[in-house]
């Protein structure tokens, strides 16, 4: 971390050590006054950080010192903005929250065997839009016979379709499983990654 003034540099310190993260640890390894130097390049390198460069300049041989390191230098004016900036980074390490989203619940009226094709499902959608792209579960008399299948065909009358709304029938094909039975309910959903 460098600054211009003390004055900024203790600033810019506190907010970023007041910067909230259970999982990601932010650490100061050196903060000083001045411009950006070889030394500052070496140790940046040496314990694999980078550089925060606020309102200081960075002398022509750190600046070719630091892409022979592979050293990352930010220039900054704005002590928000080095925050900011530096709260996006530690948010892309995090690992993201899994969030399970329910889209649509469809109930199984007729189950066919089709030559070629396998077993489909003649469905009608209850609530919600059912899609393509949406994982799926399995339930019968109220028990999860399978989960995470993937929908393989989605049908509406002969057309192959990317979605059906509730209130219309389908036909329906699960990846990987062949066990559906009449009377089962499938319900749909997606798995959203939350940063």
């Known amino acids: 971390l460098k600054a211009d003034v003390d004055g900024s540099l203790a600033a810019l310190r506190v907010s970023l050590e ?4 259970d ?17 500052d390049i070496l140790l940046a390198a040496a314990c694999g950080g980078i550089i ?9 041989g750190a600046r070719k010192l630091a892409d022979q390191q592979g050293v990352d230098v930010r220039p900054y004016r704005i002590i928000y903005e080095v925050c900011d900036e530096i709260r996006k980074a530690m948010s892309g390490l995090l690992t993201p929250e899994m ?3 329910a889209r649509a619940s469809v109930d199984v009226r007729q189950v066919f065997r089709i030559t070629k094709v396998g077993l489909v499902a003649g469905s009608y959608v209850t609530n919600g839009t059912l899609e393509r792209n949406h994982l799926a579960k399995v339930i019968r008399n109220g028990v999860v ?13 002969k057309d192959d ?16 499983f062949e066990d559906v039975h009449e009377g089962d309910r499938i319900e749909t959903y997606e798995v959203l990654k939350i940063a």
């Open 52 to 60: 925060v460069a606020f309102r200081v300049d960075v002398s022509a």
């Open 23 to 39: 999982e990601v640890r932010l650490t100061i390894r050196h903060a000083a006054v001045g411009a950006v130097n070889d030394s």
């Open 18 to 21: 007041d910067i909230p993260s």
């Open 145 to 157: 016979v399978r989960e995470g299948c993937k929908i393989s065909s989605l049908r509406h009358v």
């Open 99 to 101: 969030r399970i989203e």
């Open 161 to 176: 379709v990317r979605e059906v709304r509730a209130g219309m029938e389908c036909g329906i094909r699960l990846e990987g």
